[in-house]
């Protein structure tokens, strides 16, 4: 059985309207589906009802490689704001994908093409609800 994730009501429209509005690249499709797998299980709230230490749209986590023990910080954000070398993933990457609605302390895994990888949050360092912040579901 999976873990229950929980996503806010305002990032679920706009990760709806992403999945329903994008023209996918061929490498998207499989992200598009589990996105929209991820969000049909997903226990949906307002805002103001998630718990800090979700993982929402724009949060910044810290991640531990469970394979090397590598620490990287990431931010969650829509596709035409990912920049890897700002350490900004995107919702349709497979660790994206993966992070959105976990929460800290698990484990989150996916498949590469080397094999599996699997990570812990460490911590949520910014959550944008937490912080109160206006404008957070930019288009994608």
């Known amino acids: 059985m999976q873990k ?6 305002p990032d679920r429209a706009a990760l709806s309207r992403l999945i329903t509005s994008r023209q996918p690249a061929h490498q998207e499709v499989k992200s598009l589906v589990d996105l929209k797998e991820e969000l049909e299980r997903a226990v949906v709230v307002p805002p103001e009802e998630i718990p800090p230490y979700v993982v929402t749209l724009n949060s910044r ?11 990287g910080e990431y931010t969650l954000v829509m596709p035409g704001q990912a920049d890897i070398r700002e350490g900004k993933v995107s919702v349709l990457a497979p660790v ?3 992070l959105l609605g976990q929460q800290e302390e698990d484990v989150v895994e996916w498949v590469v093409p080397a094999g599996r990888k699997r990570f812990r949050i ?6 944008p609800e937490r912080a109160g912040t206006g404008d ?3 288009a994608a």
């Open 136 to 138: 957070l579901w930019p």
């Open 4 to 9: 229950t994730i929980y996503v806010t009501e």
């Open 122 to 127: 460490e911590a949520v360092m910014y959550q």
């Open 61 to 71: 986590v810290r991640l531990r490689d469970l394979d090397t023990g590598d620490v």
């Open 96 to 98: 994206g994908t993966a």
